[in-house]
T-cell receptor, first 112, second 115 residues
Framework: DGGITQSPKYLFRKEGQNVTLSCEQNLNHDAMYWYRQDPGQGLRLIYYSQIVNDFQKGDIAEGYSVSREKKESFPLTVTSAQKNPTAFYLC???????????FGQGTRLTVV | AQSVAQPEDQVNVAEGNPLTVKCTYSVSGNPYLFWYVQYPNRGLQFLLKYITGDNLVKGSYGFEAEFNKSQTSFHLKKPSALVSDSALYFCAVRDGGNAGNMLTFGGGTRLMVKP
């Protein structure tokens, strides 16, 4: 089955800890994205990557980091510098030739 | 810069009635326009897109959208709403002339369909 897999579905973080959210796709898409969604709000772009070993900051990159060592994988690390990390995180991918993005099922991160 | 506006936070409609969810956009190049739907605690599902051609685009689950270049709008419509259509709907735009492949989303509109 082709698609985007995010894990875990739920994640709890203690204050001061770094956590990493996984995103894997088998759609052979070049571009991958991370979005943050807060309750009652739209999607805000954190980071995006158009090719392997290259990525750019989005609108709210502070306190986050990413890597793109493989085409299929685009993990997001939420660092202790992110002061308000509780949110729903969505990963997406798209092909340059296909214009729509396909989304994973999301990871809900909660700070405890 | 590109942007999307969804002027209604919530739209209420009775089951069986037609529904419209509004979207206006701003983009410097050719607009590529999209509608997505989100159910609680789930990712976004693609509904339909406009790239070029016929201004009326048909998509999944009986939804359609009309591209209006002069009004820079891309409203989502359905002739007869179902209770199961209740969800959060997002409009998005991409600049077709920009190889950066970036999607910009609106703030979302919650659709409530009542029996």
């Amino acid at each position: 089955d082709g698609g985007i897999t995010q894990s875990p579905k739920y994640l709890f973080r203690k204050e001061g800890q770094n956590v990493t959210l996984s995103c894997e796709q088998n759609l052979n898409h070049d571009a991958m994205y991370w979005y943050r969604q807060d309750p009652g709000q739209g999607l805000r772009l954190i980071y995006y990557s158009q090719i392997v070993n290259d990525f750019q900051k989005g609108d709210i990159a502070e306190g986050y980091s990413v890597s793109r060592e493989k085409k299929e994988s685009f993990p997001l690390t939420v660092t202790s510098a992110q002061k308000n990390p509780t949110a729903f995180y969505l990963c997406a991918s798209s092909s340059y030739m296909n214009t729509e993005a396909f989304f994973g099922q999301g990871t809900r991160l909660t700070v405890v | 810069a590109q942007s999307v506006a969804q002027p209604e936070d919530q739209v209420n409609v009775a089951e069986g009635n037609p529904l419209t969810v509004k979207c206006t956009y701003s983009v410097s190049g050719n607009p590529y326009l999209f509608w997505y739907v989100q159910y609680p605690n789930r990712g976004l599902q693609f509904l339909l897109k406009y790239i070029t051609g016929d201004n009326l685009v048909k998509g999944s689950y009986g939804f359609e959208a009309e591209f209006n270049k002069s009004q820079t709008s891309f409203h989502l419509k359905k002739p007869s709403a179902l209770v199961s259509d209740s969800a959060l709907y997002f409009c998005a735009v991409r600049d077709g002339g920009n190889a950066g492949n970036m999607l910009t989303f609106g703030g979302g509109t919650r659709l409530m369909v009542k029996p």
